[in-house]
């Protein structure tokens, strides 16, 4: 095998060298080096195109292809140790994800904490055997073979379901052996800091009808400063995470009885919604949008009609039985845009009611499976701000724009605007069963939002097969305090749903039109934000968004009338305002009130009422002294009518 380098020197090398091993041999301490060129069966495990002249840039652990490759190997020395200490347990799936790995297993044997502190030993013994990891590959007929005789169903299930065509390569180290595509690192001892972090359920191909399997979560790092900060943002995420926390502070819960991803707004969170919402619909209107109200559920005519039904089906919550001749099916709405096209063929159109803009805080249903429910950040009912805009094609720009500049508000409002990330979604031509329309009307409007992106000078990413089946989107993407990633707010061009609901209008010169459909949301999902709002702030939201802005203290029972009367002025000038006048200990009561994240508690003892003032604690500065009534007011006011934010 011969490598042509960039300064045009030849050097042969013997066929299956690892990249680090032809590093190596250029200089020991070589961290990152470019090869080029006709390489002839070289493997590229730690190699990463980076040039269309065929460079090649070693990996490390600073890419993300090194820390995957790095972290699939740990996945692999997870899975030999439980094989080694659990000999019966079957093997599933392995892969590295974005902040560690994770393994599937089938055994009888529940896994337990102690389980995980015995396994890391047993790992970190396989890490101290220096395991050479090599690459074989076998024929189809051999490899499923060879997975019977080691007693591995899920990987001969696998192996039946990959391409006639496919490769189908292990991995080796030791006595262990898993059916892999790679990369791996060349040896168990290069892979260090390893750190197995909790168990949980997983069906086997993410399908509930499928097996339950044992599913255990680890990281790795290549130093041990970086997986001691990795752990303690670990439990810094914990205790933000609004599963726990927003039933801490009651803004929410969920009942078995009631369903799985139904939660329950009890009143401090049902306020915050109503907040977000009432703010949300008001600029909306400043923005030039006009309310509709429309059915929770329709038809299946409806859905057929803007091909949910096709291609949303498994999606939806059904009523009625298609088999049953002249019985009517319904089925509860998804989203709103098939209705507020209705709502647009209500008359007749021209080109003067273009652009027109449609806003609705709608109650969506998703059938989400059972596995994918988290907290209020995915549930099967939830809230949105959805709003869809019909308009002319030399509008969609100006348009497209506006809807980003409306959801940048409302980012930067509730102080989201730093943690998210913006997706350019893309239809995928491999998988056109998925989507409607033409390659040439495909590529004609992605070809248009690019560009509307890239004049916008919108920092994104492109990425395929993630387009709503009728056109493009741009997804406005964020993190929740585990890592997971979720769409937060979408702007779509839709250049296919008008066409087929009839939608038309009449141009200047008297023809009929399409519209260009754009579906947006503004804020997106409330509960989602509700969910996100409470990791970020910890609980302790702003004060405009904060379900109780003030508690008033009472020192003892002689303060009584004074604090119910300091209760109600600030009620009068619009404050949400809760009172305690229990007779406990003032120090009990703002401690309560500071777990209760209240951004502000007023103090009324006698002196307070002699001199007529307010003594006045901030649950973030502390004791912030002594002020007039009305000075307090003045100020809380001004951070709730500018929306500041921590």
């Keep these: 095998m011969n490598i042509t380098f960039p300064d045009g020197s030849v050097r042969q090398y013997k066929d299956g060298l690892t990249a680090l091993e032809i590093a190596e041999s250029i200089s020991p301490r070589l961290k990152k080096a470019t090869l080029a060129a006709e390489i002839d069966g ?17 990996l490390t652990f600073d890419d993300e292809g090194g820390r995957l490759t790095y972290r699939h ?24 994800i974005e902040n560690g ?37 076998l024929p189809r007929n051999e490899a499923i073979e060879y997975m019977r005789k080691l007693d591995e169903p899920y990987k001969v299930e696998l192996i039946e379901d990959l391409p006639e065509d496919a490769v189908i390569s292990f991995y080796r180290q030791g006595e262990f052996v898993d059916l892999c595509a790679g990369p791996h690192v060349e040896s168990t001892s290069k892979v260090k800091n390893i750190k197995l972090m909790q168990v949980a359920g997983a069906y ?117 039985d298609e088999k049953e001749e002249g019985a009517e099916v319904f089925a509860l709405r998804p989203m709103t845009c ?84 913006y997706q350019f979604s893309k239809w995928d031509e491999n998988n056109k069963e998925k989507y409607i329309g033409s390659k040439e009307s495909w590529e004609k409007t992605q070809d248009m939002m690019r560009n509307i992106l890239n004049d916008l000078k919108v920092d994104y990413i492109e990425k395929d097969g993630e387009a709503a089946f009728y056109g ?15 769409t937060l707010i979408t702007i779509q061009i839709d250049f296919q749903l008008a066409e087929r609901f ?39 939201l702003p004060v ?36 305690d006048l229990r007779s406990e200990k003032i120090g009990f009561k703002i401690r309560e009130a500071q777990m209760q994240k209240v951004p502000y508690m007023l103090i009324i003892g006698d002196k307070e009422e002699e001199n007529n003032v307010v003594a006045v604690r901030s649950r973030k500065a502390g004791d912030i002294g002594v002020m007039p009534l009305a000075d307090f007011i003045e100020k809380i006011k001004e951070e709730i009518d500018t929306k500041a934010h921590d």
Aim: charged share 30%; glycine share 6%; with cysteine.
């Design 101 to 137: 790995f994770y393994y599937d297993f089938d055994t009888e044997h529940s896994f337990i904490p102690s389980d995980l502190e015995a396994i890391e030993k047993e790992i970190n013994k396989i890490a101290s055997e220096d395991l050479k990891i090599e690459r074989f590959e």
């Design 544 to 579: 405009w968004l904060s379900p109780v802005q003030v508690k008033v203290l009472a020192m003892t029972d002689r303060n009584h009338n004074k604090t119910i009367e300091i209760k109600t002025e600030l009620e009068k000038r619009g404050i949400r305002t809760e009172s």
């Design 42 to 58: 070289v493997r590229k495990d730690a190699f990463s195109p980076i040039n269309n002249d065929h460079s090649l840039r070693l």
């Design 73 to 96: 190997t740990a996945s692999h020395m997870l899975a030999q140790a439980v094989k080694r200490l659990y000999p019966n347990a079957k093997l599933a799936i392995g892969p590295a």
């Design 502 to 540: 009839g939608m038309t209008y009449t141009d200047s010169s008297g023809e009929k039109q399409y519209p260009i459909v754009l579906h947006r949301t503004s804020i997106g999902c409330y509960e989602r934000t509700l969910a996100l709002l409470i990791e970020k702030y910890a609980g302790a």
């Design 338 to 421: 098939p209705f507020q096209f209705m709502a647009y063929l209500n008359r007749s159109r021209s080109y003067r009611d273009l652009p027109l803009r449609y806003n609705e805080t709608s109650t969506l249903f998703r059938n989400e499976s059972s596995g994918e429910m988290h907290g209020l950040i995915r549930v099967r009912q939830f809230t949105i701000s959805e709003g869809h805009i019909a308009c002319a094609p030399d509008q969609v720009e100006d348009e497209f724009k506006g809807c980003l500049d409306l959801a940048n508000f409302m980012l930067e409002t509730l102080g989201f605007d730093t943690d998210v990330s």
């Design 204 to 320: 086997w191909r993410g399908s509930e009808k499928n097996k339950m399997l044992q599913r255990i979560y680890g990281t790795a790092f290549q130093k041990k400063e970086e997986l001691d900060d990795y752990i303690s943002r670990i439990e810094e995420a914990k205790k933000r995470d609004h599963n726990k926390l927003g039933r801490e502070l009651e803004l929410f819960t969920t009942v078995d009885i009631i369903g799985q991803g139904l939660p329950i707004l009890l009143p401090k969170g049902a306020r915050v919604i109503q907040l977000l919402q009432r703010f949300v619909e008001d600029e909306e209107q400043k923005r030039g949008y006009q309310l509709t109200k429309t059915p929770f559920f329709a038809k299946s005519d409806l859905y057929k009609i803007s091909g949910h039904w096709y291609h949303y089906r498994d999606g939806m919550f059904v009523m009625g």
């Design 472 to 486: 493009p989107k741009l997804d406005i993407q964020i993190k929740n305090v585990h890592g997971k990633e979720d």
